[in-house]
């Protein structure tokens, strides 16, 4: 119902491009451009006109709006007058681009659409191939990555069905900035790096002026593509050497104004973002603007101008409000742009009336003229109706956005006040754990106190009762063995003034002080008190624990509390899991928890591995978000990773996951030595 309407509504717009001519003033076109239209005027042969036409595309694809539109009215009346429908579909295509650019989504799918119906039908598939590309753009820009990546991909399909390398390049260069957009940035590099060969060897086989046009428009886009996938990846080195080569082509060119320089800059002032550069990134979203203003495309200014906005929301009011001013400007000309595509095209609509009508009946020219009328009425109807609607719109918007605003200042004050009492929850919870294992390791060195104690009396009533008899010499063998027992009562006794303190230490407030601590001791305290800790939850639990420590490392500066709190979470978890395995699995299971530690190139390495049932790929990328966890309500408040996560950021540190499904997990805290 949909394609029928649109094609309906393309129908009546170009009507009239089916018996006109070419328009008389064409001087904005380039002396190249104009012998390409003159050869493919003349020329009879269907091959022949495909190479020009793809030149035709080639020097068009970096044009804006209007210079785009015009283009394809020629190419249009130029297929109607020869009855070809390659250059029909190639016109409707460019139509359907300029509506894009101006921001006026709906009226380009409805061109691309028609193209699509008419390109379907040739049997060459590359020219149905461009046309299913072109309309993927409408997607990408709306961000709706998943739809534009199933339409780039069935546009590659089509396009390896021939031999056409220009129709084959933009679908895989598409499908590159789209999978970036949705943060796989692996397939990103897959696909912008086949664009990248691709489009050397097209810019080898071409004239001199088509390679210039492809060095300011596709050549910069695939290589900030390539490069913003190798950001995401965290291969800064690699990033910057790639974004190095379109910097250099656009300062070649740096009197132009492209949307293409424009992607570079967004996308080079994100790579910034992500590494902290933050002048750099400020200066690029400025770039970036620059790139678009005072063009028809400045609407795209919005997005750097956000980024310009947030920096300087608590730093400079002023600069604040100028690019907050920008970003709602280019809000408000995509909205303008679109009421001036609707008037250009009742403008193009009249222009077309007084075009003289060769060789028709006078019923037919009557019968057109009524037509084209009548559309003209419609599109002056719609465009009333729309401004009308629009404008209604706008104030409805700015209410719902106000009370928004007040909602969301309320929320964060909420969040802010709440935010320290979650984390101390969670601090709390971690103690809660920690208390049988405490139990069970301090009531050990009691047992040895109380022991030797009462092994000591015993000892002093024999030692009276030689001394009595004169007897020296067992005496003295008695005084070294109640020497002996009180040197173990003292140990034990500091054994369990160190428990205490231990866990005095991780249930208080952490004080920010670095301090020397032995790494090795504090794991294998953790380990055990961890193990104690789930035994007295479940008598039934047993696991093997290793441990594998370098004792090479000797004391390292960290704050212990903040670290032993990042440990105990870990080594907690790997119980858990591999006491959800065995309940699970059964006999023949052995759970195994095992704590290493060693020290290589300036960092020390703490890894914490288990091999329960590992973590599934589709959650992987959540557990270090705040409030995520897979344990059962009640079990978990989702806080620990998160908070795990920030204190190895605080100690200027990674924490990284290893896990393969059904085998188990290794996660590893990488600090300085």
Known sequence: MFRMKAILQISLLLISFMTSAQPADITWLTQSEKNLLSQIEKDTDQKRIAVLTEELILMADAKLTIPLLEEAKLLYSLGKKKNNPYLESVALSMFGQASRLSGSFVKALQYHVQAMEISRNLSDKTLYAYSVNQSGHIYKDRDENKKAIAIYREASRLADLGNNKLFQFYPIMNLGIVYQNANQPDSSVYFSSRALTLLKTIMVNVSEENRIALEKSVMPYTLANLAGAYSLLKKKRTADS???????????????????????????????????????????????????????????SAKPAKILSDFYETRNADSTVKYLKIFLRANEVLNSTQVTQQMQTIAFDEEFHKLEIQQAEKAYRDRLIFYLLLSGLLVVIIAAIYMYRSNRARKKINQELAKQKAQVETTLTNLKSTQSQLIQSEKMASLGELTAGIAHEIQNPLNFVNNFSEVNTELIDELEEEIDKGNLD??????????????????????????????????????????????????????????????????????????????????????????????LNLITNSFYAVAEKKKIVGEGYEPIVTVAT??????????????????????????????????????????????????????????????????????????PA
């Open 242 to 300: 790639l974004y190095s080569i379109p910097r250099t082509l656009i300062e070649k060119y740096k009197g132009d104004k492209s949307r293409y320089f424009y992607f570079f800059y967004l996308n080079i002032s994100q790579h910034y973002q992500r590494n902290n550069q933050v002048d750099s990134s400020l200066y690029a979203a400025r770039m970036a603007i620059e790139s678009v203003s005072n063009a028809q495309l400045e609407y795209l």
């Open 474 to 567: 067992e005496a003295k063998a008695i005084t070294k063995d109640i020497k002996d027992n009180e040197q173990k009562i003292n140990h034990h006794g500091k054994r369990a003034d160190a428990i205490v303190k231990g866990m005095l230490q991780h249930s208080r407030s952490s004080s920010g002080q670095k301090e020397p601590t032995d790494i090795n001791a504090l794991c294998d305290e953790y380990l055990r008190l961890a193990y104690h800790g789930l035994r007295a939850k479940d008598k039934s639990f047993n696991a093997t624990m290793k441990t594998d420590f370098d004792e090479t490392i000797g004391k390292v500066n960290i704050i212990p509390q903040d670290i032993g709190r990042v440990v």
């Open 598 to 671: 060693k020290k290589s190139a300036g960092t020390i390495m703490i890894s914490v591995a288990d091999n329960g049932n590992g973590i599934p790929q589709k959650i992987l990328d959540k557990i270090f978000q705040p409030f995520f966890t897979t344990k059962p309500t009640g079990q978990g408040t989702g806080l620990g990773l998160s908070l795990s996560y920030d204190i190895v950021k605080a100690h200027r540190g990674e924490l990284t996951v290893e896990t393969k499904e059904g085998v188990g997990s290794v996660f590893t805290i990488v600090i």
